[in-house]
Nanobody, 115 residues
Framework: QVQPVESGGGLVQAGGSLRLSCVVSGIIFRFNNMAWYRQAPGKQRELVAGISIGGSTNYADSVKGRFTISRDNAKNTVYLQMNSLKPEDTAVYYC?????????WGQGTQVTVSS
């Protein structure tokens, strides 16, 4: 069975940076679209950033200009570089892989941004 595995979360002060990583085994990684989602307590899970098989990216308006998604197909890894973090970025961040027929969620990693 397949489960993406996230890492890199933690506690950081407002204005700081974190880099999240997600490794996925058991899939043909280069043929999967990848995305980062987040969910804050009491709120809906939302798409933060996505990167396609071809490398095209998209971002939520709230993170545009601050976050960067990238992928390394040789390492089966997708990254989320988060800069200029704000308290409202506090959430559990989830990695998701999608192909035509399958989708997989990671277990999530906690990001907490203090004021």
């Amino acid at each position: 069975q397949v489960q993406p595995v996230e890492s890199g979360g933690g506690l950081v002060q407002a204005g700081g940076s974190l880099r999240l990583s997600c490794v996925v085994s058991g899939i043909i990684f280069r043929f999967n679209n990848m995305a980062w989602y987040r969910q804050a307590p009491g709120k809906q899970r939302e798409l933060v950033a996505g990167i396609s098989i071809g490398g095209s990216t998209n971002y939520a308006d709230s993170v545009k200009g601050r976050f960067t998604i990238s992928r390394d197909n040789a390492k089966n890894t997708v990254y989320l570089q988060m800069n200029s973090l704000k308290p409202e970025d506090t959430a559990v961040y989830y990695c998701r892989s999608t192909s035509y027929e399958y989708a997989h969620w990671g277990q999530g990693t906690q990001v907490t941004v203090s004021s």
